[in-house]
Every structure is written in structure tokens, then in C-alpha cells.
């Protein structure tokens, strides 16, 4: 059996034809930069997310960095970012000379844990950066008000979670990514909604901020030749976004796909003894960008051995955490330092999710893992 973690060839055969056409336009006309295609899909998304602005540019890191830079933080000012996350999020903070502070995550949902936060909070803190990490969203409520107590810009990395639904207390529901000042998300090939290349996007409400945005992702100008601030080239570019605007209104149903695959996976491997299927919040919908288990009963890196020599792909995300990285080591910072997202890097494993997997497959890969776990116990 051809099992792969995420199947993108298969996607594209089933929808080959309005994609191949919708790139076709965009050769015909030539409109390879900034061209109808990339207006219509930010338009388009802004309606998906029910938020007023989004400004397309070049990838999720992009946008990231965008982010900082058009709410003004500068050199020295410290930015909260879990530790338990993809490099990409501390790396943009680190980019532009400020500080990533890291602060641990909950050993079940993955996400920002907000019982220390205040311990790390000082007068340089300017900004909070929660990660929807694997398709659930962190802890919003709690998260706005702790920004609203200290002052704190929020800027949400919702790469994994576009299309997830959070569900604050009075009964208002939003979507990743339109909750804090600003959300950065990711179009990245395999990500839940994913182009053929590179492509990344900033969603947010305000007015001001988003003609800040869009000038610093186009070369500081708003007009042309005329550079008022330092900016950066950054631009979805219109093929990819023909592609996006095929996928967007396919969105929901992928991740529709995704959960009822997770279902299965909860309910076949729920109760077996030495995994622990993830936990979901009750906050939040999960769009299982990663269906990630806990693997605390038998050796996490035997059981991704003994899978992979029956043919099934599993991935560990992220083997070293970011505070043992080289590049993001600092003073202070040690072994122990963040104990839970330490003791998740030896225990996560992301089993394959997508949307062309058929019954078969999951039905192998569930029998895959009940058999290894059995011959490791
Ligand atoms: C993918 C990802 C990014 C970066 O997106 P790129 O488009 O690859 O630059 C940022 N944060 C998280 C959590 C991601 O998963």
C-alpha cells in the first residue's frame, strides 16, 4: 500500500482540470504579478474569515515578519512565543533585533500555557505571537486578556489552523488568525490550504494597520517611487493565487475530510495503552493540519522505525526544541529549562492526515500501529 503523509499529487488529479484552467488564464493574460487573481483570492478570504483586510504576500514567514513591522516593534522589545513550535515563528522575532521570550506549552493541546506567562511579562514585552499549532487554536480568551491587561500586541501564527473555529465563552465565534491584531497564515504546499510554491498572507480588521502592512510588503510605497518607511518584496504571485482561489472554496470540506479521518484514528487507537491520541480544546475546532500522538509507553523513535518498515510515514514535529536550537541558544536557557515542550519532542508523532486517504489506508496504518505497539510493549 502507497501510504504518504500528505498526497498532493492525488489532490491535484482530482481537481486538475479547474486548476490547469485557472492557471491558463493567468499565462493568457500575463498577469503574473498583482493581477486580478490575486485580488479576487484576498477578497475572497477576507469573506472566509469574515475579517476586513487581507494582504497576500510571499510566505508564512513573510507575513510574520510584516506583522512586526507594521505594529511598529523595534529593536530590543521582547515578543512571548511558545517554544513548542516551527522555527519559523521566533525566527522572524529574532530577525528584526527583538527578543524571543519563550514560554512552555501545555503537555496536552500543544499550545501556549498561560499559568507562568505573567512571570515573563517585563516592560519590554510588546507582543504575544500564539501558535494554532497542528490545527486547534491556542487559548484566545485568556490570551486577549492578558495582552489587554499588559498592553501586549497579539499576533496569531495560524499557518496550521486556517479554517479552525474558536469559540470564545459569550458564545461569539471567530476564525484563526482574526482574533488578535494581526494573523499570519501560510500557503505553503502541504498546509491545510496549500498553493504550488510559496505563498503566505496577514488577516486583520484594522484600517491603519493594513495599509501599513501592504506598504511594507510592497517596498514601503504607496505610491509608486515613493518609499515611506523601509519595506520588503513580498507578494503572493498570481498563479499561485489562481491556484488558491480553485482550493479556498474546496477548504472546508479538506478539512472536513481531515476530521473524519482523525475520528477514526481517535476512536481505533483511543484506548490502546502507550499512545495518547491528542487531546481536544473546548474552544476551538481542530482542522488536524497533524494528527499527532503522544507516544509515552513505548520508545516514540522504535515505533516510527517499525511503521516506516511497514511502509507507513510518520513525522516528529519538532525533534529539538527551539531553545536548544544553535542559533536560538541564549543565556539562561538550558536542558530543563522548558520541561514539557523538552519531554514532547522525545514523545510526538504526527501520523499521515490528509484528504485523499481512503478507508484502506487508515484502516492499515491504525493496524500498523496496534501491531508495532503491540511487539515494542
Ligand atoms: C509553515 C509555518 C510557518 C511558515 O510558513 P512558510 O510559508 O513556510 O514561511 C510559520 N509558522 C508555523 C507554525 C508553520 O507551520
Known sequence: MNIQMVDLIGQYNNIKNEIDHSIQEVLCTATFINGPAVKKFADRLASYNKCNYVIP?????????????????????????????????????????????????????????????????????????????????????????????????????????????????????????????????????????????????????????AEKARMIAGHGQKKKYHHEVVGCNSRLDSIQAAILNVKLPLLDKYNKTRGNVAKRYDKALGDILGIKTPKRAVYSTHVYHQYTLKVEGVDRDQLKEKLYSKGVPSMVYYPVPLHLQKAYIKDG?????????????????????????????????????????????
Not at 510574520?64 to 505594529?71: E, G, K, P, T, V
Not at 508523532?349 to 505497539?373: F, G, K
Open 57 to 209: 504576500c510571499a510566505n508564512g514567514t513573510d507575513a510574520l515578519q510584516i506583522a512586526m513591522m507594521a505594529l511598529g516593534l523595534c529593536q530590543g522589545d521582547e515578543v512571548l512565543v511558545p517554544v513548542h513550535t516551527y522555527v519559523a515563528t521566533a525566527e522572524a522575532i529574532a530577525l528584526l533585533g527583538l527578543e524571543p521570550v519563550f514560554v512552555d506549552v501545555d503537555p496536552d493541546l500543544f499550545t501556549i500555557d498561560l499559568n507562568n506567562i505573567e512571570d515573563k511579562i517585563s516592560p519590554n514585552t510588546k507582543a504575544i505571537v500564539p501558535v494554532h499549532l497542528y490545527g486547534q487554536c491556542a487559548n484566545m480568551e485568556d490570551i486577549l486578556m492578558i495582552a489587554e491587561k499588559y498592553n501586549l500586541y497579539v499576533i496569531e501564527d495560524a499557518a496550521q489552523a486556517i479554517g479552525a473555529d474558536y469559540e470564545f465563552t459569550d458564545g461569539r465565534v471567530m476564525k484563526a488568525g482574526t482574533m488578535g491584531n494581526i494573523g499570519c497564515t501560510s500557503f505553503f504546499p502541504s498546509k491545510n490550504l496549500g498553493c504550488y510554491g510559496d505563498g503566505g498572507a496577514l488577516l486583520m480588521n484594522n484600517e491603519k494597520l
Open 333 to 377: 536557557y538550558g536542558m530543563g529549562s522548558f520541561p514539557i515542550t523538552e519531554h514532547l519532542s522525545n514523545v510526538v508523532l504526527s501520523l499521515p492526515i490528509h484528504t485523499e486517504m481512503n478507508i484502506a489506508q487508515q484502516d492499515y496504518i491504525i493496524e500498523s500501529v496496534i501491531n508495532a505497539i503491540k511487539e515494542l510493549s
